[in-house]
DNA sequence: CGACTGACGGTCG
DNA sequence: ACGACCGCCAGTC
């Protein structure tokens, strides 16, 4: 047999193994993102256990044809929406998140505000930091 | 096969 | 803040 012809199927087989796997994960890596965050495309290729390759992400959501994905809540990694701004992706996706309470200023999100992570964490620890330390001593 | 093109990201001047 | 580069990945011409 001609072995490198099947070398060739086999190498060919797993790459698109390769690329199915990264991509449900990437999916799944999105899906679990909370409604009112925002994650990165970079965060999500680290999370999805591809770190470095946000371009993945990217494509993925390009040619997804699956469950649909909440796609919008996909930023850049500096809080800017990736599509053209005034096209028409970019407008649905400022709707899509304004109707999730993040808002879209000056271009871009404030990532402080509703980054995933730092939501968590929020929502773990919870302690607001309005209030400053107030000199104040202890009463003990 | 090389060049180009994107829903990208980090670094550097 | 901004552009130039470079690394990264899949598709198209």
Redesign the pocket.
């Known amino acids: 047999m001609t072995k490198s012809v099947d070398r060739g199927k086999t190498e060919a087989k797993g ?1 698109r193994d ?2 199915a796997r ?1 991509e449900a994960r990437i999916a799944r890596t999105i899906l679990s993102i909370p409604e009112g965050s925002v994650a ?6 680290t999370r999805a256990g ?1 770190p ?13 044809e699956g469950e649909p ?1 909440p ?2 809540r ?5 809080g ?1 929406i ?3 701004a005034g096209s028409r ?1 970019f407008r649905k ?1 400022v709707r899509l998140l304004a109707a999730e309470g993040v808002l879209v200023v000056n271009r871009k999100v404030d990532l402080a505000a509703h980054g995933w992570d730092r939501n968590l964490d929020q929502a773990l620890w919870a302690p607001p930091p309005a209030v400053k330390p107030r000199k104040r001593v202890a009463k003990r």
Do not use: C, T
């Open positions: 790459e390769d690329y990264a990165s495309y970079g965060e999500i290729a591809l470095g390759r946000a371009r993945l992400v990217g494509h993925v959501l390009g040619v997804w994905l796609w919008h996909v930023l850049r990694a500096d800017r990736a599509f053209p992706s996706q």
